[in-house]
């Protein structure tokens, strides 16, 4: 006992038993893009708002990290990673399927000769093929096989086996849980960092015009057509050579190399077909408009000598000169727009934009699995920064534009540009309005990564990576987006854009002409305070003092374009201003007189009112020197002055000018600002009153204004709200918890700031501007918690010097930023407590504490209110404070803080801190760790760190949230949604909680939390469903496994836990011993007080699982993967891998067990949904599909005949008394029993073994039918499917119908939407394999997945099929084993009567799937123990399960896989000799292994004959080497077996020459099952092969037939063995079926005795059989239309039913008997049955069939064509197409005159043929189509040859042929056995074309409801004055005259008789029309009367005249019919009454 303690105790330490501290704070340095962060220069006191934002850039991000997370994240996709080699460490697995695709293509189609079949059926014929089994070299043989060894050994040698080379992860190899359920998921968000748009690097590589005379500047620029506005900042570059540049020598003192870029990266946020890249080129300026000097660039080119050449020079001086006396002034010159359309990938950008926008992207929440796709992507990307952006992934492109547009001088502006630019993107027209100039300009244009090397940003900061030794950087242009761009600002940029943009000096002097103006930017009014932060241009300094715009010559009032770019600095005072002045330039040269004439004036303040004065002004422009302190006002505003001021124009605003901010400090945003000042002014020392814009704040209502502005935060702008997010929570934060001081009096903030910091969060999840994670939440808030909050500083009061209050001055705040001497600390031990959260710099050292200090610490906690601030420690100026400050009850921590205003708030604030609860549960966490991490632990256990009054508000908000979850899922659906996030936020901060709190404390919240949901909620389903994703999240804590106690699992459980779990109360753990182990697997009270998470998913999972209410299934599948994706988190646990603690962790799962067993009934029966055909799974799966697809499934099954899936259910659930529940999708069961599996692997099997042993044998069953399902649902799918398991939805053959719902479904329209209506029924989920699809279908994931399977790399394919293939073999072994562990618990218990039957029906299951070579050897080794140990049992008892294992063992013989088949015949062998020695019973076994091989001959088209014979061979050796069985009969009869074996496998290669041509194929089964005529078994076996082979073919009523055949089979022999009357009496009771049935009828006594052992031992041979055979026949005849022979069928049925009192199935069979009818009466005429054709082969290439005539039954309206089309195109491959002609007309053939080397056929459409007796039973529709022997045809001619010719000499030859069976029978095309003609005289065909007309008329009259249209079609072909040539042209042909010949005299009288008939008829039509046409047809009627009399009276002298000789008595008839027939043409005999009148 104390022993196993020991053990408990090191394991639980090894798990981590609790660490003390599970997190960790973690400062991690913020990431900076450029080698130095972006900061203020240095040298001057920064303001302290500037400090607060630097301080935000630049400081580290807290963290706060899990120590163990690594362990335990229950989501494999964290794992992955680790994983990403994990398939290198399996071995791959050989499974058959996947050796044939390649093997055996040794019968592949192609033209081959076709056999027919010999006509007498005896078998020796068919087995004449056979060779001599001897000749064939036998396979390696078991050595172990014949040795004695006790059945003990053996298995225990098999166990050894088995355990060898286990893989020991099951679900490693299991695909990970689907995502969507994976709530415990909380995605890391992505590090808040500056903002890059779509990047594209643009690189000028040449700019040259055709003259090269002097140097030019180019600007880029971006532009928005449509949004009218500039997004990119200038790029300015130039390209001139070094001569060039030499003349400007004078005016550039230094060249810095960031000015001489030449590639820029540009920036879009926002791309679109809208934007161009700008090129404007400037030339220095000269005399003359732009015009002129543009001039010579248009006529001369430098190519031309002569007097070019000196034009030319002479230009180049003139330029030079111009250079070097206005070098520094620009004029523009040209311009040039590029597209950048074909730069974005827009068609991409639709798809993408969610992402481009991903962090301020509109984050569509609405669903959930596509946002946490793109959460995944997103974070996948943030690892792979490469392409974090779509960047358009477009190809490097070079451009070369040879036109340049000429600037004009009265349109510059920018709104001019983007006019032309409007016109240039319609056409490009631009070019005929505008002069253009020859030139060359060519340019690069790439994507831009991000890490770009060698690079600087907008500020001049190189960015990483920046080498040394390159020589022209790249520069990075600034964007101005078009629309905001939400992200916080990350580092420090402070620039100012100045746009001059007009000046109107038009009424000014005249002097003014050439106007440039001179912008500076100055500190002070002295000349010399000109600052050089402005940013120089090209090739020249990279900071200046000044800028001159460009000049437009003679222009009074010019437009400019120039763009000044400042850095501004960083502390702004009241003087610093913008100062413009304007000059004049003279271009020439004039003696004495300057360059520069003086204008005027105008400046404008940086700061108004302490804010950065930014927008459009319109300034006045003063002429005079400006006075002094000019600069405080602003130019509109100066006060009176003298001297005054002249001003242009009177003091008007002459001068437009704009001026922008892009800065990371200035907010620009009144509410902010307004906000921030005030802030600073409560912390620093200022002087009151303050100013604030226009008003002044005193002392006395600072705390008023600063309440206000904090209220009105939240209606600042989103934008600079966003921006400026950080700065702005942190301040809230710090006054919610800063005490302050004000005048004397404390102010309290902190209800107003918690309010402020609850509206802002709301108003950022409410923007559908900003994007949110899976969960909802606003990632913006999500990372600010993440990583920048960290508890505000070290409070100390804030104590404004007021009228009462002395002044103590405090220190600043910032003492703590990186300077540890500021902080100034008496004693080592203070220094070790003090520990500054903002500040990781300071450390902490642990020392020696001073006693006194320490009982002073120690004795804080006993009073609450110090101990909440016994751990903060004043840094104030004169000593530090040990104790307590004076104040203590102002001192709050932020924890306690923000959870009392959590509870205290109310109303609308309240609302929203639950609805967005995820954010401050976060803040508290992070704040607790911080908190926890500041203080000592040691000192401090988890119950005391906190306060009883911290856990009150803990608790009531736990309370509170979760009555909010519950108030919401009341409500509809929209809430519901809401619901489940804030209770996935609950979750989330309860599982924080664990590892901070006391767990005693957090379980009991748990508990509170299910209760209290429990009581609120009605649903069933929502309420588990919640409470279910709550627990999952709290269960993937990685503590998870020591929360739950598992170490006290196992039935030696310690008597009282460790104590090391102090904080679980535990009182109840009284020891397991007394207990049965049974107990262990039942989830009982006392496990759910031990284990408590677990007890609690476990109830949730057992309430799941057994209610039926709606939407439960959905709930049940996350209740299911809940538990998966807890148990994978096990598997992928290193602390876990050991396999004591894996006992010890599936021990604690054992009450799972009980919860799956129970649930047995509802599982998704994977066995029937695979329709599995004979071998497994390795037909064509679309052929399998097809099949399958068409019948229910259990049918199929059956008809499958492979014996082994006749069950009632697909399993024979032996344990019935069950609750029936909803059944569970096939998902969710998979899942389900993979945790089942894992449980059993992971258990310890001697437990496993003792609870066996106690189970009742019902229970075991459970088991057994469990272990069923388990083999069908884990069979290896290969390679063709994709390893997800919801490919299963995919797979499971549906049938036609669906699929068509299927095409339609995803067809939209209003058709599909019915159709979506009609499937799902409403508020059921009983189907519930199809909601589950559909749920699928909903998120497309399903399709998707088929579509990634063409995308996956054949690589990952085959790791894929390696992981299933390992998954597959996993799973049975564990399968197996648990079978091994049953046989021996029942062997031992001596109850193995059924539980033997049950076990060997997993194995042959097992058999029956897809296994791996593996598994097939450890499988085949325990079938032959268990032969060995029970064999008489066996053979005995279970006789079907005998069959079936022969049926599989003998398909492994055929296997082309050596291992299994050398297990297999071993495994054959043993059987064989087991069944011959223990009852010497060995007849039966014989024929089960003879009907096992016909089954699998007639099934498998794939099936390989050569490798059976080759085991049937070593079969053979195993025989003749045993020498214990020499000496019996055994060897002979396994020999006499094995030939006949070979036999039957001789005629599976003549099967396998006929596979193309199924009519062949099915006349050779037919023969072969002919030839079984004396073996019912052998016959019944290829009766079912052939039904299958036709329902693969459709042809259902064949399928049925052939059962109907067996089913008659069957009777004869049951009634030979009793007489019941009930039964049928043999096969007579089925003639109405079918008159072909009588061929079953049994061979004489003599031959046959039913009894006779090994003879019709079958299990069809028995009642239910035969009722099982009917009930599939009539399903299938009810799939084929024929409803009646349903009816039919049932009737034999019925009577068993009832003598067995099977009600149930009676129900059922009435009601589908009910269906049958309905169809009948429904579909009426409707229904379609076959089409019949006559085909004859002719010529000696058939073979036997030459000259043979057939009736093919083909599908209904089938076209002479398409048969024809067939058949040609079958024998053409045969023969070649050249050899085979289809002969195209029905008159007999004459052989003679074919070409012997031709094959030929002939085929003709045949109608049935009944004679007119017949008619009066085939009254309807069914009859005239159902048991058809006759058949007729008609040929016409004449006696000349010709096929038709006039009336009189038209005559016509009716062929009727009998077949030799009835159709429909067991096969599709019956030989002709008679075939009659006779020939019709043209009077005779002239009778018959009257009587049709007759009739027809008839039918249209009498119909009913009458048919307009159709009347009047026929009557107008009766007596329309068109046709009515027609009939009287025949009167007239034939009733002219008498016939002279007397033997006429009847024929003649008969016509006249029917047109006496046929004239009334008509008469009878016409009235009727009369009274059926509407008025508009009344001329209609008119003329058709009319009609209808000429006819009569033409008619009339010929109908009347009798020919008196036939109206005379006559005496001797007979003589008259003699010569009739004598003078007759007819050539047989046959006469039939239609002709004898």
């Known amino acids: ?54 301080q935000t850039y630049i400081r580290e991000w807290l963290i706060v990290n899990r120590k163990n997370q690594g362990y335990s994240d229950t989501c494999s996709l964290k794992n992955k990673g680790s994983r990403k080699d994990f398939h290198k460490t399996l071995q791959k697995q050989t499974f058959e399927s996947e050796t044939l695709d390649s093997g055996d293509a040794n019968f592949q189609a192609g033209p081959r000769p076709v056999h027919a079949l010999p006509e007498e059926a005896s078998r020796t014929n068919l087995a004449s093929s056979d060779f001599d089994l001897r000749s064939l070299p036998p396979d390696p043989r078991l050595e172990s096989l014949l040795r004695h060894v006790s059945a003990e050994e053996f298995e225990r040698q098999n166990e050894e086996a088995r355990r060898t080379n286990r893989h020991a992860e099951l679900l490693a190899l299991y695909p990970s849980v689907d995502e969507e359920d994976a709530v415990e998921i909380r995605p890391v968000p992505d590090r808040p960092k500056e903002h890059l748009g779509n990047r594209i690097l643009v690189k000028l590589q040449t700019l040259k015009f055709d003259i090269e005379i002097e140097p030019l500047f180019a600007c880029i620029a971006l532009y928005d057509v449509k949004e009218r506005k500039k997004i990119s900042e200038n790029f300015h570059c130039d390209l001139n050579s070094d001569s060039l540049r030499g003349f400007l020598r004078s005016h550039t003192p230094s060249i810095d190399l960031s000015t001489q870029a030449r590639s820029a990266v540009f920036s879009v946020t926002y791309p679109s077909s809208d934007i161009y890249l700008v090129i404007k080129i400037e030339k220095v300026l000269q005399q003359g408009e732009i015009g002129d000097c543009a001039e010579p660039y248009m006529v001369l080119k430098e190519s031309e000598a002569g007097k070019t050449k000196e034009k030319i020079e002479k230009l180049k001086a003139q330029a030079e000169s111009f250079c070097q006396r206005l070098g520094k002034y620009r004029m523009p010159f040209a311009w040039i727009p590029i597209s950048l359309t074909n730069f974005f990938n827009l068609s991409t950008l639709e798809r993408e934009m969610p992402e481009a926008e991903g962090l301020n992207g509109k984050g569509y929440t609405g669903d959930k699995r596509a946002t946490l796709l793109q959460a995944r992507r997103l974070s996948e990307r943030s690892l792979s920064t490469e392409d974090s952006y779509p960047v358009s992934n477009f190809k490097t492109i070079s451009l070369t534009l040879n036109t340049f547009f000429k600037q004009e001088g009265d349109r510059l502006s920018d709104e001019d540009l983007f006019k032309f630019l409007a016109d240039f993107k319609r056409s490009s027209s631009l070019q005929r309005r505008i002069k253009t100039l020859p030139g060359t300009l060519k340019l690069e244009i790439s994507p831009a990564s991000e890490n770009l090397g060698y690079c600087l940003t907008p500020e001049l900061l190189p960015v990483k990576p920046f080498p040394e030794n390159r020589n022209r950087p790249h520069k990075e242009i600034l964007e101005f987006p078009i629309k905001e761009v939400y992200v916080p600002h990350t580092i420090y940029r402070n620039l ?72 501004l600095p960083a502390k702004l005072t009241e003087k610093h201003h913008l100062l413009f002045t304007f000059y004049h330039i003279s271009c020439q040269p004039k003696q004495g007189a300057s360059v520069e004439t003086l204008l005027g004036y105008s400046w404008l303040p940086i700061l108004l009112n302490d804010r950065l004065q930014t927008g459009h002004y319109c300034l006045p422009v003063a002429l005079d020197k400006l006075p002094f302190h000019y600069s405080i006002h602003s130019p509109e505003k100066v006060p009176s002055q003298t001297p005054p001021i002249k001003w242009v124009e009177g003091h008007k605003g002459v001068f437009n000018v704009e001026v922008q901010a892009v800065s990371s400090v200035h907010t620009q945003d009144n509410h902010l600002e ?228 959590m509870v205290v708030s109310t109303g609308m604030v309240r609302e929203s ?322 945790c089942f599996l894992w449980i059993m692997k992971n258990a310890d099997q001697n437990l496993i073994q003792k609870w066996i042993a106690d189970l009742p044998s019902m229970q075991l069953n459970r088991i057994l039918d469990l272990l069923f399902i388990c083999v069908s649902c884990f069979e ?31 067809g939209e329209g209003a058709r599909g939407e019915m159709m979506k209506r009609c499937r799902i029924p409403a508020g059921n989920d009983r189907a519930v394999g199809l909601n589950e699809n559909l749920r699928w279908r909903k998120e497309q994931t399903q399709w998707r997945q088929a579509n990634e399977r063409q995308d996956k790399t054949k690589a990952e394919l085959d790791q894929e099929a390696l992981i299933s293939g390992n998954l597959a073999t996993e799973a049975n072994l564990i399968i197996l084993d648990m079978q091994e562990n049953i046989i021996q618990a029942s ?74 088949r050398s297990q297999a015949c071993a495994t054959l062998y043993l059987l064989m000799r087991y069944s011959f020695s223990s009852t010497s019973n060995f007849a039966r076994v014989k024929m089960q292994v003879t009907m096992s091989l016909a089954s699998l001959v007639g099934k498998s088209p794939e099936f390989n004959e050569e490798f059976l014979r080759r085991s049937l061979r070593t079969i053979l050796a195993y025989a003749e080497e045993d020498v214990d069985m020499q000496a019996t009969p055994f060897p002979m009869q396994v020999e006499e077996l094995l030939c006949n074996l070979n036999s039957i496998l001789s005629d599976t290669v003549k099967m396998r020459e006929f596979q193309e041509d199924p009519e062949m194929l099915m006349d050779l089964m037919y023969r072969i099952a002919k030839g079984y005529q004396t073996s019912p078994d052998l016959r019944l076996t290829w009766l079912q092969n052939m039904a299958e082979k036709h329902t693969k073919r459709k042809c259902y009523t064949e399928a049925a037939m052939c059962l109907v055949h067996a089913a008659a089979l069957v009777a004869e022999y049951l009634s030979m063995l009793e007489d019941r009357n009930y039964l049928p009496v043999g096969s007579v009771s089925f003639q109405n079926i079918s008159s072909n049935v009588l061929e079953e009828s049994a061979v004489s006594d003599d031959v046959l005795s039913p009894d006779e052992d090994g003879i019709c031992s079958g299990r069809y041979f028995s009642e239910s059989g035969l009722v099982g055979l009917l009930e599939q026949a009539a399903e299938l005849f009810s799939t084929g239309g024929l409803y009646e022979t349903v009816n039919e069928v049932y009737k034999i049925v019925i009577p068993i039913l009832e003598a067995h009192r099977d009600f149930r199935k009676l129900t059922l069979t009435h009601s589908k008997l009910q269906k ?86 002939q085929i003709t459409f045949v109608e049935p043929y009944f004679d007119e007796y017949e008619m009066k039973d085939r009254v309807t529709y069914f009859e005239k189509n159902f048991n058809l022997c006759r058949f007729m045809y008609t040929t016409p001619f004449t006696m000349d040859g010709r096929p038709r010719g006039e009336l009189s000499e038209q005559y016509k030859r009716n062929t009727i042929l009998t077949t030799m069976h009835a159709f429909p029978y067991i096969k599709t095309r019956i030989n002709v056995i008679q075939k009659e003609e006779f020939i019709l005289t043209p009077i005779e065909v002239a009778i018959e074309d009257m009587q049709k007309k007759t009739q027809e008329l008839t039918a249209a009259t009498n119909q009913e409801p009458p048919d307009a249209k159709m009347l009047q079609m026929v009557l107008q072909g009766s007596v329309g004055a068109t046709v009515n040539q027609g009939p009287l042209e025949v009167a007239q042909v034939f009733l002219a005259e008498i016939p002279a010949d007397p033997k006429l005299y009847r024929h003649h009288n008969k016509l006249r008789l029917c047109f006496k008939e046929f004239i009334m008829r008509c008469g009878e039509a016409v009235e009727k029309n009369k009274r059926l046409i509407a008025a508009d047809q009344r001329e209609y009627q008119l003329e058709l009367r009319k009609n209808y009399g000429k006819l009569k009276e033409n008619l009339r002298p010929m109908i009347e005249r009798k020919i008196p000789e036939l109206y005379k008595p006559v005496v001797k008839v007979h003589s008259t019919r003699e010569s009739f027939r004598n003078h007759s043409f007819r050539k047989y005999d046959a006469q039939t009454s239609s002709q004898s009148n």
């Not at 973690?26 to 900076?32: Q, R, W």
């Not at 450029?34 to 708002?49: A, C, F, I, R, Y």
């Not at 302050?740 to 802002?760: K, P, R």
């Open 1 to 54: 006992m104390t022993r196993l303690s020991n053990l408990d105790s090191e394991l639980a330490q090894e798990l981590g038993d609790f660490p003390e501290d599970d997190l960790d704070i973690v400062f991690t340095p913020k990431e900076c893009r450029t080698l130095q962060p972006s900061m203020p220069e240095d040298g001057s006191e920064l303001d302290s708002h500037v400090r607060d934002c630097v």
């Open 496 to 567: 100012l854009y100045v746009y001059p943009q007009r000046l109107n000096f038009a009424n000014r002097l005249a002097s003014a002409r050439n106007i440039t103006i001179k912008i500076q930017f100055m500190c002070g009014e002295d000349p010399s305070c000109a600052m050089p932060v402005i940013f120089g241009k090209s090739s020249g300094p990279e900071f200046v003092q000044e800028i001159y715009t460009a000049i437009t010559y003679h222009n009074k009032s010019p437009d400019f374009y120039e763009e000044v770019k400042i850095k």
């Open 674 to 901: 307004k906000f921030f000042t005030l802030c600073h002014s409560l912390e620093n020392q200022v002087t009151f009153p303050i100013r604030l814009m226009d008003q002044k704040i005193t002392e006395a209502t600072l705390e008023h204004e600063l309440k206000l502005s904090i209220i009105c935060l939240n209606s600042s702008r989103l934008e600079p709200l966003v921006l400026f997010l950080h700065l702005v929570l942190d301040k809230l934060f710090q006054l919610a918890v800063q005490p302050m001081v004000i005048a004397g009096q404390t102010a309290n903030f902190s209800q107003f700031a918690f309010e402020s910091v609850v509206a802002i969060v709301n108003s950022l999840h409410n923007s559908k501007d900003l994007s949110k994670d899976q969960h909802g939440r606003n990632c913006l808030l999500a990372s600010y918690v993440y990583y920048v909050f960290r508890l505000p500083d070290p409070q100390k009061e804030v104590v404004k010097p007021g009228a009462g209050g002395g002044a103590v001055s405090t220190e600043s705040r910032y003492y703590t930023f990186g300077r540890t001497s500021a902080v100034s600390v008496g004693s080592k031990l203070l220094q070790s407590r003090v520990i500054s959260c903002s500040n990781p710099d300071i450390t902490v050292t642990q020392t020696s504490a001073d006693e006194e200090v320490k009982n002073i610490m120690s004795s804080k906690p006993m009073d609450p209110s110090s101990s909440r601030m016994s751990f903060c420690v004043e840094g104030t100026n004169d000593t530090p404070s040990v104790c307590a400050s004076p104040r203590p009850s102002n001192k709050k921590h932020f924890h306690e803080e923000l959870a009392l205003q």
């Open 913 to 1234: 801190v639950f609805k967005y609860a995820w954010f401050f549960f976060e803040l508290l966490i992070k704040s607790m760790a911080q908190y926890v991490h500041n203080i000592e632990k040691q000192d401090n256990p988890r119950r005391s760190r906190f306060s009883d009054r911290f856990k009150d508000d803990v608790t009531t908000i736990v309370s509170v949230v979760t009555s909010e979850i519950a108030a919401l899922l009341v409500k509809p659906q929209k809430e519901s949604e809401q619901a489940e996030k804030i209770n996935i936020s609950l979750a989330f901060f309860l599982y924080d909680l664990l590892s901070l709190m006391d767990r005693g404390f957090v379980f009991n919240l748990i508990k509170h939390y299910c209760n209290q949901l429990s009581n609120k909620l009605n649903s069933l389903s929502t309420l588990i469903s919640m409470r279910l994703e709550f627990l999952r999240i709290l269960c993937s804590h990685e503590h998870y496994l020591n929360l739950n106690l598992f170490f006290m699992t196992s039935a030696s459980a310690p008597a009282s836990p460790s104590p090391s779990l102090s904080s679980q109360n535990s009182s109840s753990c009284s020891s397991f011993q007394d207990q049965k182990i049974a107990g262990m697997f039942d989830l009982s009270a006392e496990y759910r007080q031990q284990h408590f998470l677990t007890g609690l998913l476990f109830t949730e999972l057992a309430a799941a699982l057994d209610t039926d209410s709606e939407g439960i299934t959905k709930v049940q599948r996350k209740a299911v993967s809940a538990i998966l994706s807890l148990l994978s988190s096990h598997d992928l646990d290193p602390r876990c891998s050991k396999k004591e603690v894996k006992i010890r962790i599936a021990a604690l799962y054992l009450p799972l067990v009980g919860i799956i067993l129970d649930s047995l009934p509802q599982l998704h029966d994977f066995t029937i949904s695979d329709a599995r055909s004979g071998k497994g799974r390795l037909g064509n799966p679309e052929e399998e599909q097809e099949s399958a697809g068409a019948i229910n499934q259990n049918v199929a099954l059956a008809i499958a005949g492979n014996q082994f899936n006749l069950r009632s259910s697909g399993i024979s659930l032996i344990s019935l008394p069950y609750r029936q529940s909803a059944t569970l999708g096939p998902d969710t069961t998979r899942n389900l029993l993979i």
């Open 1276 to 1306: 290896y799918k290969g390679k063709q499917s994709s390893d997800k398991v919801s490919s299963q939805a995919l797979q499971k053959s549906r049938d036609v119908k669906a699929r068509l719902e299927e095409a339609l479904l995803r």
């Open 1387 to 1460: 062997f031992a218990a001596e109850c193995r009567d059924n539980l033997l039957g049950g076990v060997l029906k997993v194995l042959v299951n097992s058999l029956g799937c897809d296994q791996s070579t593996t598994y097939l050897t450890h499988c085949f080794a325990t079938l032959r123990a268990l032969i060995a140990k029970f064999g008489d049992f066996l053979f005995e008892e279970e006789v079907e399960q005998c069959a079936d294992l022969c049926q599989r063992v003998l398909h492994h013989c055929s296997s082309s896989i050596d291992i299994t």
């Open 1716 to 1801: 049958a009818f309905d169809s009948i009466i429904n579909k009426g005429q409707k229904r379609m049955f076959g089409t019949y054709f006559r085909v004859g082969f002719y010529g000696s290439k058939f073979g036997d069939l030459d000259e043979q005539e057939f009736v093919y039954k083909e599908p209904a309206i089938t076209k002479l064509p398409e048969i024809s089309h067939r058949l040609e195109g079958f024998y053409g491959q045969c023969f070649g197409e050249d050899a085979v002609e289809v002969i195209k007309d029905s008159a007999p053939v004459d052989k003679r005159k074919l070409d012997p080397n031709k094959a030929y056929i």
